[in-house]
């Protein structure tokens, strides 16, 4: 039966065919979004993979005997310390200030962020010149207890256990403050009404209800402790990261870096998994609450328990070391450092475009994963969060390779004479590899809480894609993103191996600034580019803490 | 739009637009590109001075010696390096190997730098000289108790030796020479002797370590001179004197910082001349004493500071030793736990 | 004329599984229509499909005439002249709402944009709200808001899911005659999906009941209760029992405390055959006769405010239901006169035969 006109419409409108599929077409279209970047960030792993084919069989075979069972262990109980002290330290601090009211818990709540700003290689050199055999500490004491006085050592797997986890505790305080914030209360109030005391509801409900944000912070920090290769050679552990190195500086081997660095992509990939999983089960909740109600206040001298945890965690993560390095810096001033203060804007500049970048490549491929959802997409978004698993200078061999082979391949390709490599797309494409990671979580966490009818209602009020985006989407999405850059260009700034290799000519940071003088062991002059390097961390820094604060202010779902 | 998010937002596009700006690309005859593993602060001195002399402009990329090899090897014949600077022979030997130097003729540089100081290839040339001895506790030890490197495994210096790590090239460079004089077999011995000495976890490098030699953690340890140098010059007083090992043996173990031109640089000439500058008298001092090392150029005198320490016999092993048996060395201090 | 919103034999469903069978309906421009039907039958996935959110394996939907879904083909939702209101409101939480009203409305100038706002949301009752934040709302306003937001660009049709679930139970009813009364006044078409038969019969011109995919029957309130076309609409609306009886030959129904007049429905729903049949009794059908020589015995009784509604255990066995007066209380295990009040009752086919 022919569809009769209505007046309104002025004529029979034939079903637009584009309109037929739209919905089929934009699918095939995030998909392609989804494949293309993640791409992008697994080229250089691609890439790097191939070098497997000249791994030295003989060199493998020494490796497994002598080097590799002694750095499996190594690693395994550093990342299992780390693992440990930071949840532990993240979460306890999170509920601490989360929950309760007690004597500078403001001043903490931010506070307790700052170590962020410090890069964990320089808290390295900063402790060990601090509390080794002939720093000031053990002098010290042995002028006071005697010159045999013998202590155990501070170049260890505890030692760095303990300054790595004291560089990335923030991340899983971050996370869990997110957690607590939101649920926290809900969770005592049942809890308590159940009859648990404090503690155990701390145990049994708010804890394991805040594990997919413990599991996104612990991601990150096991990663990370995978890959840093800066703070394990100061304290001189192997770990397989340093096998890693040492195939490739020492045994002038890459393809046997390579193929160990694969090993690590591995459990990198199957850690992201895992973490998704965790994740995907306890799915996002939003709450009644509006904002975060005011914690409870502790009696008695508790209450300066409570303040001497926090103070302790920051004057050893951040305070101590700061002191030490304005001490290095003051004694031996030779004027102001010009080099350093411009390294500074170039530190910033590259920081500010980076987390620009890989947070609009974070939001595509968040967008991606809920326009075109499916086994593909979900596979492609974790492994384009794989850059973060490889230690950094094994991941900028690949970008570079790949790059240069871009630069053989697009001149013959297209006629025109030009280079990537060596320009800042080169830096830039570097970090998206390997920083993505960092981005996409507080994205994609934000994204999920966007609820599907809020995307249908826009849809039903006649908002294309394009409008959803920029109305509906971008505005509730602004908490999240800001979080994701902030903390994109916190570990921007203090990135050293990739910058180091994929550096534009003049675009030294301060993170070069300060290998070059540690790799030479000048350590006090490498105090005033530190310092500048913290300075300029706090300014994301602010952002973060007052995203941490605000968040849970707009809600998708009416209040009971 | 709220502040931050503006403000984001120019940054970012500001960047964008910073992007897109053109390689520069080589203008011929105004510039080389170095690329060095020695860091800045110990090359731009030098290369100020040859632009003031010449005119031509240098940009020095550093990075660590085997991202540098390996930008060359993805490079290829597009590569925009002229020359190529490490800081070990070891190094420059798996240039060579990899193929990404170019031998050239030079009689200046063959009369510049000793023979045993140069690739027999004539792919790359050492243009400063450090050594690597000991240095004790002046009131621990006498002088009169060291002798060698070897010495060093021996039971009586049980718990009173200090090393660097095994992972930094310089101890590479040491084992490889000493495979190259005892033979594998012999070397792992002395390694492992080293090994049971050690009074404290291998060290992250030198200057931690000589401190620990003046705090009394250990009574002896073997390090580069320059960090002595530089050490001594910050802190005069402490208790560390230098010793010249292996003198009536083999002689010191040395290293250099050296050059090569790169396989397919685009401007040999201009970089062979700054080669052969850099191996010059005048350039020699610059290079040498802003580091307290020793010029190669055997017509040049070493710095003031650096002479005080004494003459010395130095290895007449050829440096490409080093880079030639240093895998090797690497695994024997694998097998001996020398971390 | 043609109806406001048409569907052809419409299904819908997902990898493999039909979960709308051949859905066939009609909405006449200025009526509400409700969707009902138990959990899981399948009335929201319709709506999404009228909507625009899921496209149709088979079968096609008009909407003013114009169709805008067939199998392969789906006028994308915001190509539609549709308004929806959602379960949760789906009030955009970061506008105001005032803006959210207005969002609908980006094609029209500033001006004419407020001033529309404006008439809205006093036609709602949230007139001068429209600064309010969405959490500063109560559920109710919020619904408010919704509708307001559904309405404002004049759509041809609108959509309900369910949009007075998340509210309390006494703002239900007297929204639900609210709603129904601003739709009817501004004589928009509406369509409802909603479990709850109380809503249905407040609000809809026509209901049509669906179960397991496909739809019951299509009828006004009126008659889905009292000539339900089968007995799944018979046990899904209103409350009532199914007895076992004997139709006789001269259409008449034999109950054991009674003789009804059996009822089909001309036509449509024509009486089976003579012989064991069930019958529907509803509360309302028996009712308390001391005078009745039939007794039955109190089972169960629930206070209801204005009635009791007694179960009542009838001779044979059988349990029938009885809403009565509520000071009428007697206490459960004692005996009271009960006679029929119907004056016809419906039967089926029992269930051996069907």
Not at chain 1, 228 to 247: E, H, L, Q, R, W
Not at chain 2, 224 to 235: D, P
Request: aromatic letters at 8%; hydrophobic letters at 50%.
């Amino acid at each position: 039966m022919p569809a009769i006109a209505d007046a309104g419409l002025g004529g029979t409108a034939p079903l637009a065919l584009t309109g037929a599929n739209s919905g089929e077409r934009q699918r095939l279209f995030w998909r392609a979004v989804v494949l293309l970047i993640a791409a992008l960030v697994v080229a250089p792993l691609i890439v790097l993979l191939t070098r497997i084919g000249d791994a030295d069989a003989s060199l493998i075979e020494h490796l497994l005997e002598h080097v590799l069972p002694r750095v499996f262990g190594h690693t395994l109980l550093l990342t299992t310390l780390v693992a440990g002290a930071t949840a532990a330290l993240g979460a306890g601090l999170a509920w601490l200030i989360s929950r309760y009211r007690f004597p500078g818990r403001d001043v903490f709540s931010w506070a307790l962020l700052l170590p962020l700003a410090l890069p964990a290689y320089v808290l390295a050199f900063v402790a060990v010149g601090l509390l080794d055999f002939a720093g000031p500490l053990q002098t010290a004491l042995r002028a006071l207890f005697g010159p045999d006085l013998r202590l155990p050592p501070v170049r260890s797997v505890g030692g760095a256990a303990l300054v790595l986890s004291l560089s990335f505790y923030p991340y899983v305080y971050l996370l869990c403050r997110s957690a607590f914030d939101s649920q926290g209360q809900r969770a005592m109030e049942a809890a308590r009404s159940l009859g648990l005391s404090r503690r155990q509801a701390f145990w049994r409900v708010a804890l394991p209800m805040s594990r997919p944000w413990l599991a996104a912070g612990l991601l990150l920090v096991v990663m990370e402790t995978l890959a840093d290769f800066g703070t394990v050679s100061v304290f001189n552990v192997d770990t397989f990261t340093t096998a890693i190195y040492k195939s490739w500086f020492g045994l002038f081997s890459l393809g046997t870096a390579a193929q160990l660095a694969s090993l690590l992509l591995l459990i990198g990939f199957v850690l992201a998994m895992t973490e998704h999983r965790l994740r995907g089960r306890a799915g996002y909740w939003s709450t009644g609450r509006s904002v975060a109600a005011p914690g409870e206040p502790i009696d008695g001298a508790r209450r300066w328990l409570a303040t001497a945890a926090c103070l302790g965690v920051l004057l050893l993560a951040f305070l101590l070391p700061l002191a030490q390095l304005v001490v290095w810096a003051t004694s031996g001033w030779t004027g102001v450092d010009v080099v350093s203060l411009r390294a500074a804007g170039r530190t910033l500049l590259l920081g500010l475009a980076a987390a620009g970048l890989v947070v609009a490549t974070a939001l595509l491929l968040a967008y991606a994963r809920r326009e075109s959802p499916g086994r593909l997409t979900e596979m492609a978004a974790r492994l384009a969060t794989l850059g973060y698993a490889i230690p950094g200078a094994v991941l900028a061999v690949g970008v570079f390779v790949a790059l240069t082979l871009a630069d053989r391949v697009l001149p013959a390709l297209t006629g025109v004479d030009w280079r990537v490599g060596g320009t800042l797309v080169a830096i830039l494409l570097a970090y998206v590899a390997r920083f993505l990671a960092v981005g996409f979580g507080p994205v994609e966490a934000g994204m999920a809480r966007i609820g599907r009818s809020l995307d249908d209602a826009a849809r039903v009020l006649g908002a294309g894609s394009r409008r959803r985006l920029l109305r509906i989407h971008l505005p509730l999405l602004t908490p999240s993103l800001f979080t994701a850059a902030a903390l994109v260009l916190v570990d921007v700034m203090k990135e050293m191996p990739i910058t180091l290799m994929t550096r534009p000519f003049g675009w030294d940071t301060l993170a070069v600034r300060i290998f070059e003088l540690t790799s030479e062991g000048q350590w006090e002059a490498a105090a005033l580019p530190s310092l500048a390097l913290v300075a300029t961390g706090l300014l994301p820094l602010s952002l973060l803490n007052r995203q941490a604060e605000t968040t849970p202010i707009r809600r998708s779902t009416p209040p009971t | 739009m709220s502040r931050p998010q503006a403000l984001f937002r120019t940054l970012g596009a500001v960047a964008l637009a910073l992007c897109l700006l053109p390689a520069a690309p080589a203008l011929a005859g105004e510039k080389l590109v170095v690329y060095s593993a020695r860091i800045e602060a110990l090359v731009k001195p030098m290369f100020d001075a040859y632009t003031k002399e010449t005119g031509v402009e240098i940009q020095a990329v550093t990075d660590k010696e085997g991202a540098l090899v390996e930008r060359l090897k993805a490079e290829g014949a597009n590569t925009p390096a002229d020359l190529l600077i490490t800081t070990d022979a070891g190094n420059l030997w798996q240039a060579a190997q990899e193929g990404v130097l170019r031998p050239i003729d030079s009689p200046a540089l063959a009369a510049a730098v000793p023979a045993n100081l140069r690739d027999p290839d004539q792919q790359w040339f050492g243009l400063t000289v450090r050594a690597r001895t000991l240095f004790f506790n002046t009131q621990m030890v006498k002088a009169g108790e060291l002798s060698t490197y070897e010495d060093l495994a021996q039971p009586a210096w049980r718990g009173k030796l200090c090393l660097r790590s095994s992972k930094k090239v310089y101890n590479q460079s040491l084992v490889a020479m000493l495979i190259s004089e005892h033979g594998e077999a012999k070397a792992e011995e002395i390694v492992r002797g080293w090994v049971a000495n050690l009074a404290a976890e291998p060290f992250a490098d030198d200057t931690r370590m000589l401190e620990a030699v003046a705090a009394g953690q250990c009574a002896v340890g073997i390090a580069n001179t320059y960090y002595y140098g530089r050490l001594m010059e910050k802190k005069p007083d402490l208790p560390l004197g230098i010793f010249w090992a292996n003198q009536s043996t083999g002689g010191v173990h040395i290293n250099v910082t050296g050059a090569g031109l790169t396989r397919h640089g685009k401007q040999p000439a201009a970089a062979q001349k700054l080669l052969e500058w850099l191996a010059s008298p005048q350039a020699q001092n610059l290079f040498a004493d802003v580091n307290f090392e020793s010029p190669v150029n055997p017509a040049t005198a070493p710095s003031a500071a650096v002479q005080a320490w004494g003459s010395f016999k130095a290895s007449p092993l050829n440096v490409v030793e080093a880079g030639r048996l240093q895998a090797k060395a690497v695994r024997l201090m694998d097998r001996a736990g020398y971390r | 004329m043609t109806p406001q919103l048409e569907l052809r034999s419409a299904s819908l469903g997902y990898e493999g599984r039909i979960v709308v069978r051949e859905l066939e309906l009609r909405i006449e421009r200025g009526s509400i229509a409700c969707l009902l039907g138990p959990s899981g039958c399948g009335k929201t996935t319709a709506l999404r499909g009228i909507a625009g959110f899921e496209p149709l394996l088979a079968g096609e939907i008009l909407i003013a005439g114009r169709s805008v879904s067939r199998a392969g083909h789906t006028l994308p939702p915001e190509a539609r002249r549709i308004g929806m209101v959602f379960q949760d409101y789906a009030l955009f939480p970061h506008l105001r709402a005032g803006d959210n009203v207005g969002f609908g409305l980006h094609r029209l100038a500033a001006a004419e944009r407020a001033r529309r706002v404006s008439f809205w949301l006093e036609v709602v009752g949230l007139g001068g709200m429209a600064r309010a934040w969405p959490h500063e709302l109560s559920g109710g306003q919020q619904q408010r808001v919704a509708l307001a937001r559904a309405l404002a660009p004049e759509p041809d049709l609108i959509l309900l899911d369910e949009p007075f679930s998340n509210l309390d139970p006494e703002l239900r009813d007297s929204l639900a005659r609210e709603v129904a009364d601003l739709l009817r006044e501004r004589g928009a078409t509406a369509l409802l999906v909603t479990h709850d038969q109380h809503e249905a019969f407040a609000m809809a011109d026509h209901i049509g009941i669906l179960n397991a995919g496909q739809l019951q029957q299509w009828d006004t309130p009126y008659d889905t209760y009292h000539w339900p076309a089968n007995a799944v609409v018979a046990g899904f609306i209103g409350e009532g029992v199914m007895v076992e009886a004997q139709l006789l030959p001269d259409g008449a129904v034999q109950l054991p405390f009674g003789r009804v007049e059996a009822a089909g429905r001309d036509g449509r729903h024509p009486l089976p055959a003579p012989g064991p049949v069930r019958v529907l009794l509803r509360p309302d059908d028996v009712i308390h006769d001391d005078a009745s020589p039939h007794t039955a015995r109190v089972l169960r009784k629930a206070f209801r405010g204005a009635q009791i509604l007694y179960t009542l255990e009838l001779d044979g066995g059988v349990t029938a239901l009885s809403l009565v007066p509520s000071h009428h209380d007697h206490a459960i295990g004692a005996r009271i006169g009960i006679c029929i009040a119907a004056d016809h009752v419906v039967a089926f086919p029992s269930v051996r035969h069907e």
